[in-house]
């Protein structure tokens, strides 16, 4: 079995980034050599775009010996804060961020261990991820800590020692330390610009040269890199740099800054750790922070440096010092940085030599690094002393966290490395391999007993002891190490982790088979289907398990079908194969439970063996809204890609995700340029309403398939062959396009009817009675002609914008649907005009808030309403008390952690105590059933704002309440203006 290693990497700094590649790439090659799969979770946030792109040219040329790389984002530490427009770090910023993080730390803690366990880990491995290590511990999996501790040390001289101890417990969970070269204090500056080979991958000079006579032509300028760890953008300091104004200079900058206008023509660094380096070789100097990997990248390339100073950040200082008269170099401060002669002074550090690469260096670069050390100035530096063990990290951060403590521990000296370019990242994957094959290939299989004796590090994983440029410290896994603990070289014996109960996986529950029936009229029993006249269901994978995926897939195995869902979320797949749906949809926990006793239906994250030999592979994966409103197409670009490598036989490939008109040929074309396999495309949009989506599958208006193969469409007719509905069978475009039309039309039948409301309110008339009698016109329907405070969800706000963009991309402007989308935005906050048209001034003021989800019957809060509302409340000074039968937990979490001045209630008469006012938002059943004498009798003042129109006269008889609805001013009570004279 392959061995599966979750690799926890810093979202903050290129360093973080670059040293784990270095790592995981050894770990590839040192896994295929003894023989092992390697199954590698890279669990990160921001540096997730640069893993993928750095490691997809080795993952992919390692797949036929069993290696996957799975990507899952998680925000790390708050890491450092900087003041605005400054350099210096904001240490009440940081205080207030690192409040937050710690206070949700038990909650993260919880998810982690939950994901490991479903993931089946073997071991844990963290980059300065402190949660990593106690989730590990809580899951029974063994974990190893990576890092050299500087921003434990950034944080120490900012924050309080007090406010660190949870953070500080945190890595005391961790089992082993892998100690890097020059990982400590006050000899890590030193150190690091020492073993800078580790940093700097194999360089191709002919590559280099290419490059600059590409960017650079004839020579003419010079290549400064800006690799500042802060964008360059409108109001930062860099925006000082007057030598990007300078045309004796060109900038070589990272993917993803910001940049100003005057300076259009910089060079961005495609966003790829391969290609990367190669920028960064080819550049005349580097103008950068202090940070240990791009300062040692350039130390070992022998690139001239130009430092922003940070003076409260030691490491910074250490760097400095380190390189002071050893390497050319350049300190900056802000004024400096608009200082009119910096110019001249980069041309004079770089030399006007003009050579691409300095002489010393230029023969490192072009064989991936010499195994000299990378400046002739440093043979003359003294020993290197490596990191104490773990041991002294448990005595450092139990004390003064973690340097403090570090004199009491002896030193452990290690030679510098053998080889400056691979020698530090082989032993660092030497060892974490060694300790992931210690025990048994699967830590499910471990018996829950005490742990076992100690097992013998292969000696074919690891490196000599001759490169082992500092030791490994364990400590008893049945303990936080705050006890002494052995450390072990290269080839000595690492503990096994205890093991998980083995109850790690828990059994689906057993289940009333019939309960489905009985509760749910509407679903039939199932039967196996005929299909193609061979008296057998088919075989079905649905990619995606969101509303759509999920839904289609138990409805599709209710018909009688052998379903597959998969989710690249091994603790989603976990939950569904547990019986429990991680959605609130009425009735579909119910058929889950029922069709997985039946054979029927499976849940995996493994897409490569779901899509082998099926009839229909159907790809429902999210495409939620990029910042211009277009929809994002990555995550079925890439459920296309894998389903091109592992898919067999002659399937049919349909797309049900919401996506833009030419994409269903973007991906038939994208899958085939991978594959020789044949397949049908087809468009197979959906028409789900969440809180019936069940219904909505089993009962259609119609189905549409979109497709120009005969053969496909005789297969979807044959899948929904039991289903009495209509058939539409276009062509692929117009499939996409009924889809977001239909959506669109939709929310502008909401908008319409919105704006009559708000008229009827100007002139009298009640906007219910008028929608009635409209709704008898067959030609408009009285279907989304219910007047409120707008549409929200994940569908008519995504549909509505994307559209938008659709006819903007062909030069079409589309009038109607931008002012449906104005009007619907504007709608909610008649709610704040009715408060104001009450009370005047609401600061001071207590509002309930009823309805938190976008609509009743589900959890989902994207773009609710309350969302805005309670926003605006808030700015305005107004205490917030919310409540929501269901949705209370997705909107905290989506509405942000501070909840400052929001009170969450247990029930609608909680949130009403004591209020000013009840604002309903969400039209569930229990507000419209409200007893509003009783009601009455815990409010503070009778005020009632029904934004859903809930209530009716007879409900508000014999009451006093101040009653305001939408479009009904005949109802309006207690400030009730007169009927209006008309005059035109």
Same mark, same amino acid.
């Given at each position: 079995?392959?061995?599966?290693?979750?690799?926890?990497?810093?979202?903050?700094?290129?360093?973080?980034?670059?040293?784990?590649?270095?790592?995981?790439?050894?770990?590839?090659?040192?896994?295929?050599?003894?023989?092992?799969?390697?199954?590698?979770?890279?669990?990160?946030?921001?540096?997730?775009?640069?893993?993928?792109?750095?490691?997809?040219?080795?993952?992919?040329?390692?797949?036929?010996?069993?290696?996957?790389?799975?990507?899952?984002?998680?925000?790390?530490?708050?890491?450092?804060?900087?003041?605005?427009?400054?350099?210096?770090?904001?240490?009440?910023?940081?205080?207030?961020?690192?409040?937050?993080?710690?206070?949700?730390?038990?909650?993260?803690?919880?998810?982690?261990?939950?994901?490991?366990?479903?993931?089946?880990?073997?071991?844990?491995?963290?980059? +300065?991820?402190?949660?990593?290590?106690?989730?590990?511990?809580?899951?029974?999996?063994?974990?190893?800590?990576?890092?050299?501790?500087?921003?434990?040390?950034?944080?120490?001289?900012?924050?309080?020692?007090?406010?660190?101890?949870?953070?500080?417990?945190?890595?005391?969970?961790?089992?082993?330390?892998?100690?890097?070269?020059?990982?400590?204090?006050?000899?890590?500056?030193?150190?690091?610009?020492?073993?800078?080979?580790?940093?700097?991958?194999?360089?191709?000079?002919?590559?280099?040269?290419?490059?600059?006579?590409?960017?650079?032509?004839?020579?003419?300028?010079?290549?400064?890199?800006?690799?500042?760890?802060?964008?360059?953008?409108?109001?930062?300091?860099?925006?000082?740099?007057?030598?990007?104004?300078?045309?004796?200079?060109?900038?070589?900058?990272?993917?993803?800054?910001?940049?100003?206008?005057?300076?259009?023509?910089?060079?961005?660094?495609?966003?790829?750790?391969?290609?990367?380096?190669?920028?960064?070789?080819?550049?005349?100097?580097?103008?950068?922070?202090?940070?240990?990997?791009?300062?040692?990248?350039?130390?070992?390339?022998?690139?001239?440096?130009?430092?922003?100073?940070?003076?409260?950040?030691?490491?910074?200082?250490?760097?400095?010092?380190?390189?002071?008269?050893?390497?050319?170099?350049?300190?900056?401060?802000?004024?400096?940085?608009?200082?009119?002669?910096?110019?001249?002074?980069?041309?004079?550090?770089?030399?006007?030599?003009?050579?691409?690469?300095?002489?010393?260096?230029?023969?490192?670069?072009?064989?991936?690094?010499?195994?000299?050390?990378?400046?002739?100035?440093?043979?003359?530096?003294?020993?290197?002393?490596?990191?104490?063990?773990?041991?002294?990290?448990?005595?450092?951060?139990?004390?003064?966290?973690?340097?403090?403590?570090?004199?009491?521990?002896?030193?452990?000296?290690?030679?510098?490395?053998?080889?400056?370019?691979?020698?530090?990242?082989?032993?660092?994957?030497?060892?974490?391999?060694?300790?992931?094959?210690?025990?048994?290939?699967?830590?499910?299989?471990?018996?829950?007993?005490?742990?076992?004796?100690?097992?013998?590090?292969?000696?074919?994983?690891?490196?000599?002891?001759?490169?082992?440029?500092?030791?490994?410290?364990?400590?008893?896994?049945?303990?936080?190490?705050?006890?002494?603990?052995?450390?072990?070289?290269?080839?000595?014996?690492?503990?096994?982790?205890?093991?998980?109960?083995?109850?790690?996986?828990?059994?689906?529950?057993?289940?009333?088979?019939?309960?489905?029936?009985?509760?749910?009229?509407?679903?039939?029993?199932?039967?196996?289907?005929?299909?193609?006249?061979?008296?057998?269901?088919?075989?079905?994978?649905? /990619?995606?398990?969101?509303?759509?995926?999920?839904?289609?897939?138990?409805?599709?195995?209710?018909?009688?079908?052998?379903?597959?869902?998969?989710?690249?979320?091994?603790?989603?797949?976990?939950?569904?194969?547990?019986?429990?749906?991680? +959605?609130?949809?009425?009735?579909?926990?119910?058929?889950?439970?029922?069709?997985?006793?039946?054979?029927?239906?499976?849940?995996?994250?493994?897409?490569?063996?779901?899509?082998?030999?099926?009839?229909?592979?159907?790809?429902?994966?999210?495409?939620?809204?990029?910042?211009?409103?277009?929809?994002?197409?990555?995550?079925?670009?890439?459920?296309?890609?894998?389903?091109?490598?592992?898919?067999?036989?002659?399937?049919?490939?349909?797309?049900?995700?919401?996506?833009?008109?030419?994409?269903?040929?973007?991906?038939?074309?994208?899958?085939?340029?991978?594959?020789?396999?044949?397949?049908?495309?087809?468009?197979?949009?959906?028409?789900?309403?969440?809180?019936?989506?069940?219904?909505?599958?089993?009962?259609?208006?119609?189905?549409?398939?979109?497709?120009?193969?005969?053969?496909?469409?005789?297969?979807?007719?044959?899948?929904?062959?039991?289903?009495?509905?209509?058939?539409?069978?276009?062509?692929?475009?117009?499939?996409?396009?009924?889809?977001?039309?239909?959506?669109?039309?939709?929310?502008?039948?909401?908008?319409?009817?919105?704006?009559?409301?708000?008229?009827?309110?100007?002139?009298?008339?009640?906007?219910?009675?008028?929608?009635?009698?409209?709704?008898?016109?067959?030609?408009?329907?009285?279907?989304?002609?219910?007047?409120?405070?707008?549409?929200?969800?994940?569908?008519?706000?995504?549909?509505?914008?994307?559209?938008?963009?659709?006819?903007?991309?062909?030069?079409?402007?589309?009038?109607?649907?931008?002012?449906?989308?104005?009007?619907?935005?504007?709608?909610?906050?008649?709610?704040?005009?009715?408060?104001?048209? +009450?009370?005047?001034?609401?600061?001071?003021?207590?509002?309930?808030?009823?309805?938190?989800?976008?609509?009743?019957?589900?959890?989902?809060?994207?773009?609710?309403?309350?969302?805005?509302? +309670?926003?605006?409340?808030?700015?305005?000074?107004?205490? /917030?008390?919310?409540?929501?039968?269901?949705?209370?937990?997705?909107?905290?979490?989506?509405?942000?952690?501070?909840?400052?001045?929001?009170?969450?209630?247990?029930?609608?008469?909680?949130?009403?105590?004591?209020?000013?006012? /009840?604002?309903?938002?969400?039209?569930?059943?229990?507000?419209?059933?409200?007893?509003?004498?009783?009601?009455?009798?815990?409010?503070?003042?009778?005020?009632?704002?029904?934004?859903?129109?809930?209530?009716?006269?007879?409900?508000?008889?014999?009451?006093?309440?101040?009653?305001?609805?939408?479009?009904?001013?005949?109802?309006?009570?207690? /400030?009730?203006?007169?009927?209006?004279?008309?005059?035109?």
């Amino acid at each position: 079995m392959a061995l599966s290693i979750a690799y926890y990497i810093s979202d903050y700094g290129y360093g973080h980034a670059s040293r784990s590649i270095a790592v995981i790439r050894e770990l590839l090659r040192q896994a295929a050599a003894a023989g092992k799969a390697l199954h590698l979770h890279a669990v990160s946030g921001r540096a997730l775009p640069f893993l993928e792109r750095s490691l997809a040219a080795e993952f992919e040329a390692a797949r036929a010996g069993g290696h996957r790389l799975f990507l899952r984002r998680m925000e790390s530490e708050p890491g450092y804060v900087l003041a605005a427009g400054s350099m210096q770090a904001d240490p009440r910023q940081l205080s207030s961020r690192m409040l937050l993080y710690l206070a949700d730390l038990p909650a993260r803690v919880r998810r982690e261990a939950s994901w490991l366990g479903a993931a089946g880990i073997n071991l844990t491995v963290s980059d +300065i991820v402190a949660e990593a290590f106690t989730a590990s511990r809580r899951a029974g999996i063994p974990s190893i800590g990576v890092s050299n501790f500087t921003w434990f040390t950034a944080y120490q001289e900012l924050l309080p020692a007090e406010m660190l101890a949870p953070l500080a417990k945190a890595y005391l969970d961790m089992d082993a330390f892998i100690a890097l070269a020059g990982s400590r204090e006050p000899e890590w500056g030193r150190v690091a610009v020492r073993t800078a080979g580790f940093f700097c991958r194999d360089v191709d000079h002919g590559r280099v040269l290419e490059l600059r006579e590409q960017l650079n032509p004839g020579g003419q300028r010079r290549l400064i890199g800006l690799f500042p760890g802060m964008g360059i953008g409108k109001g930062s300091l860099l925006e000082q740099l007057e030598l990007l104004r300078d045309s004796r200079w060109l900038a070589v900058v990272s993917s993803g800054m910001q940049l100003p206008d005057w300076a259009e023509d910089a060079v961005r660094i495609p966003e790829s750790e391969t290609e990367s380096q190669h920028y960064v070789a080819a550049c005349d100097v580097m103008l950068t922070k202090p940070g240990w990997g791009t300062v040692a990248e350039a130390v070992c390339l022998g690139k001239p440096l130009a430092l922003l100073q940070r003076p409260l950040f030691r490491e910074d200082r250490c760097t400095t010092n380190a390189l002071r008269d050893r390497h050319p170099l350049l300190m900056l401060d802000a004024d400096s940085l608009g200082s009119p002669d910096l110019s001249d002074r980069l041309l004079e550090l770089c030399g006007r030599s003009g050579s691409p690469l300095p002489a010393a260096s230029a023969s490192a670069a072009a064989v991936g690094l010499s195994s000299e050390p990378p400046n002739a100035a440093m043979s003359a530096a003294p020993p290197v002393t490596a990191a104490a063990p773990a041991s002294a990290v448990a005595a450092g951060l139990s004390a003064e966290l973690p340097n403090a403590a570090m004199s009491a521990v002896p030193p452990v000296t290690a030679a510098a490395p053998a080889s400056a370019s691979r020698s530090e990242a082989a032993r660092v994957a030497g060892l974490l391999l060694a300790h992931a094959m210690s025990g048994p290939d699967s830590a499910y299989s471990r018996s829950a007993s005490a742990p076992s004796a100690s097992a013998t590090v292969p000696s074919a994983s690891v490196p000599s002891a001759s490169s082992a440029a500092a030791p490994i410290a364990s400590a008893p896994a049945s303990s936080a190490p705050t006890t002494s603990a052995s450390t072990l070289s290269a080839s000595a014996t690492v503990p096994t982790a205890p093991a998980p109960p083995s109850s790690a996986v828990p059994a689906l529950p057993a289940a009333n088979s019939t309960s489905s029936d009985r509760h749910h009229p509407l679903l039939r029993t199932a039967k196996p289907i005929n299909y193609n006249g061979s008296g057998k269901a088919m075989k079905i994978t649905v /990619v995606g398990t969101g509303y759509v995926g999920l839904v289609s897939g138990v409805c599709y195995a209710e018909l009688g079908h052998s379903v597959i869902c998969v989710d690249k979320d091994p603790m989603k797949v976990a939950t569904l194969q547990n019986g429990e749906i991680p +959605i609130y949809e009425p009735g579909l926990q119910e058929l889950s439970v029922r069709n997985s006793e039946l054979g029927r239906l499976r849940f995996t994250a493994s897409l490569g063996d779901a899509v082998k030999g099926v009839d229909l592979i159907v790809i429902a994966v999210g495409t939620p809204p990029l910042p211009s409103g277009e929809a994002n197409l990555a995550y079925i670009e890439l459920a296309a890609q894998e389903i091109a490598d592992a898919m067999e036989g002659h399937p049919v490939v349909a797309i049900k995700s919401t996506v833009p008109v030419g994409t269903n040929e973007k991906v038939r074309d994208l899958i085939r340029a991978r594959t020789d396999c044949p397949f049908d495309s087809v468009s197979l949009p959906e028409f789900l309403r969440e809180g019936s989506a069940v219904s909505d599958t089993m009962n259609p208006d119609r189905i549409v398939i979109g497709t120009e193969s005969p053969r496909a469409e005789a297969l979807l007719r044959e899948l929904h062959a039991r289903l009495d509905c209509a058939f539409a069978v276009t062509d692929i475009r117009s499939a996409e396009m009924i889809k977001y039309a239909s959506n669109a039309f939709l929310a502008t039948k909401i908008s319409f009817i919105n704006e009559i409301a708000n008229i009827c309110e100007k002139v009298g008339a009640d906007v219910t009675r008028v929608a009635e009698g409209m709704g008898y016109d067959k030609r408009i329907g009285a279907s989304f002609l219910k007047a409120g405070i707008g549409y929200g969800g994940s569908c008519f706000p995504k549909d509505t914008q994307a559209l938008i963009q659709i006819a903007g991309h062909v030069d079409y402007e589309f009038k109607l649907l931008r002012s449906v989308v104005e009007v619907n935005q504007d709608q909610r906050f008649n709610v704040i005009r009715k408060l104001e048209a +009450i009370f005047g001034e609401l600061r001071g003021r207590t509002i309930a808030v009823w309805g938190l989800a976008f609509k009743p019957e589900t959890d989902d809060v994207r773009e609710a309403p309350a969302q805005e509302i +309670i926003g605006e409340l808030l700015a305005r000074g107004v205490e /917030v008390r919310a409540y929501d039968p269901i949705a209370m937990d997705n909107f905290r979490s989506t509405f942000g952690s501070g909840d400052g001045g929001v009170t969450w209630c247990e029930s609608a008469l909680d949130a009403a105590t004591d209020s000013d006012a /009840v604002c309903l938002l969400t039209e569930w059943k229990e507000f419209g059933q409200m007893d509003l004498q009783q009601l009455r009798g815990v409010v503070r003042e009778p005020v009632l704002i029904d934004g859903r129109n809930a209530f009716d006269e007879a409900d508000l008889q014999d009451t006093d309440f101040i009653y305001y609805s939408v479009g009904r001013p005949s109802l309006a009570r207690g /400030v009730k203006a007169p009927v209006p004279e008309l005059s035109y």
